[in-house]
RNA sequence: GGUCCGUUAGUGUAGCGGUUAUCACGCUUCCCUUUCACGGAAGAGAUCAUGGGUUCGAUUCCCAUACGGACUACCA
């Protein structure tokens, strides 16, 4: 098995989380890194938890983010199909095979007799009360029950699954390529289901059964699924396949620590959990994306590829291309990731101001449009726009909210603003700005505009700082922006002056 | 409860037996600005979870404890 292939397994069960966008990253980094192949499988065999739109969703949350996958449902390739509920003929077989060599067996029990047992392990206290070598004695299976009862059952359509048989005593060992050794005695493993009763095959089957298939070399997942890694192992073992490398991935966590990352402490603490806007088809709820909250794809991928790893270096901004150069699973931490929004804000800040001026000049012409605004601005305009405000943008959005004063008079001014710089003093120099503007302003551009405001304030004996706010209040009616003689050579003269006039009847 | 995994500043991290414990985000202060932001400079912030070993010497190796997380379905 020298040729790298990995995959990305998700279930359509609803949008995609930050993690699984992280994990299909880090898989479709290793495929890449290694010149191998990096594949789509869908791992859709609960068809109760199905939700339509999920697979599609999924699919272009990663197309979004430039994480595409060589083989996938959509694409094909040499082992497709690639959707598991479409491979389901050819499942069972593979568990007779096992029930055939003693390794697996039926079980008849009902939900109920399950439940039974259960109780009854838990009033006996038992340090591990499931389905395993020492309770299937006591069940009804193919190992209890008579051969021709089992032949009948079976014949009746009785309903059955196909468990695993754990051996009692033994000890499973295998090598992750994050964590090392991990030994787990099959004592404290169950006899877990491999083939459910409506004929479809666990996740624990189905995925073991098709990562052979499709040669997959290395599982790059979770750490949610280290417990029954184990279990996996097992039935490679029993299959006589040869095995595919484990590599185990740290989980992100809420901000707090609580828990893996969640869509309600996402909700709770400001950010999005999902890529894309997922809109929930059951709840009827919208969940924001990372795309629509204005995030770019670059910040997201980013962002997504250093929490839990880095180059060893202390190379903070990587391309896709550089990450791809440098991606490693040896240099992939252990432990759980808390998540911080602070720091994909700041990814985003500075993909945003790596743009291109005439994307830039998009936002805000699109962002205007909304407003019902600027439909006379050139594209000339737009960009100069742009490069003015583009020092304070986090999100493509801060384009044109920002700068919406340029386009429309101010119809509130900042109440801290104005009770801190507007008094008689600044009212007084208002005046004869105002009048000044009115008489003598021949060239209506931010230079000489900027020159003759600075002359005149210093003629009036007074600070910059006591009448210029007073100034930008006006215009802008808050009290930060960018310089305010490139705002008023933006707005014009006829404008600038029936803003100083509306300011001064206040 | 059981099994497994983890633990370096608020957050993400470097470190791989001897360092003033690295870098980034965030935070604070100063400079630059009319202001905000950018940029520049400086700073605060870590008993390297705790306790034992091993060692001349442990953040680094071993063990225990604590704390945290994952899993514990005919879900993935």
Redesign the pocket.
Known sequence: MDTVRVRF?P?PTGGLHIGGVRTALYNYLFAKKNNGKFLIRI?D??QT?YVPGAEEYIINALNWLGIIADESPEKGGKHAPYRQSERKPMYMQYAKELVEKDLAYYAF???KE?EEMRIKLEQAKS?????NAITRGNMRNSLTLPEDEVKKLLAEDE?Y?IRLKMPRKDEIRFQDLI??W????TA?LDDK?IM???G?P??HLANVIDDHLMEISHVIRG??????APTHVFLYQCFGWEMPQFAHLP?L?NPD????LSKRKGAEYGFPVFPLDWHDPEKNELVQGFKEAGYLKESVINFLA???W?A?D?Q?IFSMEELIGKFSLE?V??????F?I??AK?FNQHYLRQKPDTELAQYLKDGLKTQDLGENLSEEQAISICQMMK??ATFPDDFWKDALYLFKAPTQYNEQAMTKNWNEESKNFLQSYYEFLKNNQATWEHESLKHDLHTLVEQSGLK??KV??AV?LALSGV???????MIMQIIGKEETLKRLENMLKK
């Open positions: 397994a279930s791992e065999t609960d938890r029990d009902t939900t399950l340090k591990n009360p499931s389905y309903p699954v964590r090392g991990v030994n787990v005695h404290t289901v459910k009763s409506d479809m666990t996740y750490e949610e699924w280290l417990p029954s989980l966590l620590g609580q828990g893996k250093l929490l839990g880095n060893g202390h903070e240099r931490g252990k432990a759980g990731i808390k911080d602070n720091k700041w020092e304070r910059m700082g210029m706010p930008r009290g930060a922006g960018p310089d305010l003689a």
